[in-house]
């Protein structure tokens, strides 16, 4: 069902934990749904220093969590949020159809915690948030 | 490895198999056959029977062979509404079915009949008073399953059949995850219509069969020759069903050493699970259930990662999480009892079996919360609750 890479990465889940002071953090799924991710990220001159991952979710949910922030990790930030579900689904060699969701929710967590670091540094330079 | 989903499949005894062997190149007769060859085999099939109607208390005509669980559910309802005289176009089951149940009224539904799919209690349990209410001068059939196979939650269908019984109506049970496990007296159980299948109580994958009582009209759903009676045509699964009948001969006589020693086994790890997890819980723990199964919910992780690092470490379980159905729903076993959705997604089973010993709950007991430990870590929802 699942590649040897999907289950290297659900065991032995790179980057996991909860980040102190992240400079972005995006936060994608529903507890209903079964999948929630968090993403933290430490960005420096646009490029992203650090990320970090928080998931609770199926084997495939943890898998494309971890193989995620390896994907983006030492990426400056425009290059980063280029960043696709068929990417992540590639790096894991592949993905059961019906898991195929997790890649999904991987792609947004990592957009979400970029454009969350974005408003933060906007907010910061004193321009009026876009969202706000 | 430790095995602990024996409501999903069973091994075959060894002593199913040893009798099952001559019947694939030695003694390959066909059941049909005139010739002494073939009714060798004919011979073997109704001691099967024999040893199939002994253990159901009943006679052994009203024993239809099949190919399993899934077909003795289609046959004995579709194959009775087909049959029967009494014209109506209402008919009733429980909303925690098994699918084998739950689809074929759903496509049902879509034929033209109406169908009432009975809520549960927050134990799972159908409600005497639920089902009375349901009833309509036109319901033709009910379908309600003897234990569920997530919870293993009994349902009382001593009641629901002699209400059923008072009114005229067929009444159905799915018995697959209770034949073999626990005994069931069809002389004396008000039920018209049983299925069962060989593999949930140590026989072979591939054969199961129906309890039809006497004189109830049943149409083959499966047409051809005049096997089973008219009821189900097809040459015999000659060695799956013999296989059935020694693994119906060992239940009868092995039933009652079993019960006490796997449902200490399986309190044992519930009770371990408690102490040893904060917020567990056990699914209907106070309710009637079947002895080897515990449905477990876990706060704070998915189903499939648990299951998954059981699995890396030897133990082998099933999970009602949407994510091993190849849904993105939970179990709607959970959901019917009014589990919410987060909750629903965080569920473990556990289902014991005879060749369980204490040694391996004891293992268990020392790497499941390890697991959940490990796996509540990398939940932000546990590292959330903790700040």
């Given at each position: 069902?699942?590649?040897?890479?999907?289950?290297?990465?659900?065991?032995?889940?790179?980057?996991?934990?909860?980040?102190?002071?992240?400079?972005?953090?995006?936060?994608?799924?529903?507890?209903?749904?079964?999948?929630?991710?968090?993403?933290?990220?430490?960005?420096?001159?646009?490029?992203?220093?650090?990320?970090?991952?928080?998931?609770?979710?199926?084997?495939?949910?943890?898998?494309?969590?971890?193989?995620?922030?390896?994907?983006?990790?030492?990426?400056?930030?425009?290059?980063?949020?280029?960043?696709?579900?068929?990417?992540?689904?590639?790096?894991?060699?592949?993905?059961?159809?019906?898991?195929?969701?997790?890649?999904?929710?991987?792609?947004?967590?990592?957009?979400?915690?970029?454009?969350?670091?974005?408003?933060?540094?906007?907010?910061?330079?004193?321009?009026?948030?876009?969202?706000? | 490895?430790?095995?602990?989903?024996?409501?999903?499949?069973?091994?075959?005894?060894?002593?199913?198999?040893?009798?099952?062997?001559?019947?694939?190149?030695?003694?390959?007769?066909?059941?049909?056959?005139?010739?002494?060859?073939?009714?060798?085999?004919?011979?073997?099939?109704?001691?099967?029977?024999?040893?199939?109607?002994?253990?159901?208390?009943?006679?052994?005509?009203?024993?239809?062979?099949?190919?399993?669980?899934?077909?003795?559910?289609?046959?004995?309802?579709?194959?009775?509404?087909?049959?029967?005289?009494?014209?109506?176009?209402?008919?009733?089951?429980?909303?925690?079915?098994?699918?084998?149940?739950?689809?074929?009224?759903?496509?049902?539904?879509?034929?033209?009949?109406?169908?009432?799919?009975?809520?549960?209690?927050?134990?799972?349990?159908?409600?005497?008073?639920?089902?009375?209410?349901?009833?309509?001068?036109?319901?033709?059939?009910?379908?309600?399953?003897?234990?569920?196979?997530?919870?293993?939650?009994?349902?009382?269908?001593?009641?629901?059949?002699?209400?059923?019984?008072?009114?005229?109506?067929?009444?159905?049970?799915?018995?697959?995850?209770?034949?073999?496990?626990?005994?069931?007296?069809?002389?004396?159980?008000?039920?018209?219509?049983?299925?069962?299948?060989?593999?949930?109580?140590?026989?072979?994958?591939?054969?199961?069969?129906?309890?039809?009582?006497?004189?109830?009209?049943?149409?083959?759903?499966?047409?051809?020759?005049?096997?089973?009676?008219?009821?189900?045509?097809?040459?015999?699964?000659?060695?799956?069903?013999?296989?059935?009948?020694?693994?119906?001969?060992?239940?009868?006589?092995?039933?009652?050493?079993?019960?006490?020693?796997?449902?200490?086994?399986?309190?044992?790890?519930?009770?371990?699970?408690?102490?040893?997890?904060?917020?567990?819980?056990?699914?209907?723990?106070?309710?009637?259930?079947?002895?080897?199964?515990?449905?477990?919910?876990?706060?704070?992780?998915?189903?499939?990662?648990?299951?998954?690092?059981?699995?890396?470490?030897?133990?082998?379980?099933?999970?009602?999480?949407?994510?091993?159905?190849?849904?993105?729903?939970?179990?709607?076993?959970?959901?019917?009892?009014?589990?919410?959705?987060?909750?629903?997604?965080?569920?473990i089973r556990f289902s014991l079996g005879k060749t369980n010993t204490e040694e391996e709950i004891n293992t268990v007991l020392e790497v499941f919360p390890r697991v959940v430990e490990k796996l509540?870590?990398?939940?932000?929802?546990?590292?959330?609750?903790?700040?």
């Open positions: 069902m699942y590649s040897q890479k999907v289950l290297d990465h659900f065991r032995n889940p790179r980057n996991v934990g909860r980040m102190d002071n992240p400079d972005g953090v995006g936060k994608v799924g529903n507890p209903v749904c079964g999948d929630v991710m968090v993403m933290y990220l430490k960005i420096k001159n646009d490029i992203i220093e650090d990320a970090m991952f928080e998931t609770f979710g199926c084997g495939a949910a943890i898998a494309t969590s971890s193989i995620a922030t390896e994907l983006i990790k030492g990426k400056p930030i425009h290059e980063a949020q280029n960043i696709t579900n068929k990417a992540v689904v590639e790096a894991l060699d592949g993905l059961p159809p019906a898991k195929m969701h997790c890649s999904v929710l991987a792609e947004e967590a990592v957009k979400s915690a970029i454009e969350d670091y974005e408003k933060k540094r906007n907010e910061g330079e004193g321009k009026p948030a876009e969202s706000a | 490895m430790i095995y602990l989903d024996h409501n999903a499949t069973t091994p075959a005894d060894p002593r199913v198999v040893k009798k099952m062997l001559p019947y694939f190149s030695e003694k390959y007769g066909n059941p049909s056959s005139v010739h002494s060859f073939g009714q060798e085999a004919r011979a073997a099939i109704e001691e099967a029977r024999h040893h199939i109607a002994t253990l159901m208390h009943c006679h052994e005509k009203e024993i239809i062979f099949t190919s399993g669980g899934t077909e003795a559910n289609n046959l004995a309802i579709r194959g009775t509404l087909e049959a029967t005289k009494k014209k109506g176009r209402h008919l009733v089951t429980s909303s925690i079915e098994h699918h084998a149940v739950l689809n074929v009224f759903k496509r049902l539904e879509k034929e033209g009949y109406e169908v009432t799919f009975l809520p549960v209690n927050s134990d799972g349990r159908i409600e005497i008073q639920t089902l009375a209410e349901a009833l309509r001068p036109d319901t033709v059939l009910v379908s309600v399953m003897t234990a569920n196979n997530e919870s293993g939650v009994m349902e009382p269908i001593e009641e629901i059949g002699f209400l059923l019984h008072e009114r005229g109506i067929l009444f159905h049970t799915d018995a697959v995850q209770a034949v073999g496990k626990i005994p069931l007296d069809c002389s004396s159980l008000p039920i018209d219509l049983l299925s069962a299948s060989a593999h949930k109580f140590g026989g072979p994958k591939g054969a199961g069969f129906v309890y039809c009582r006497k004189n109830i009209r049943i149409n083959p759903q499966i047409v051809g020759g005049h096997h089973e009676k008219g009821r189900r045509a097809g040459t015999e699964n000659v060695p799956c069903i013999i296989g059935m009948g020694k693994a119906a001969e060992i239940a009868h006589q092995e039933i009652n050493k079993e019960v006490f020693r796997i449902g200490a086994l399986r309190d044992k790890l519930e009770e371990g699970i408690l102490k040893s997890i904060p917020e567990v819980r056990i699914v209907s723990k106070n309710v009637l259930r079947l002895y080897n199964t515990s449905l477990v919910l876990v706060k704070y992780v998915e189903g499939e990662a648990m299951l998954l690092n059981l699995d890396f470490e030897g133990i082998e379980v099933s999970s009602g999480s949407a994510c091993t159905s190849g849904s993105l729903e939970p179990s709607h076993v959970l959901l019917a009892c009014g589990y919410p959705h987060e909750d629903a997604h965080g569920s509540r870590k990398m939940s932000p929802f546990k590292a959330q609750s903790l700040t």
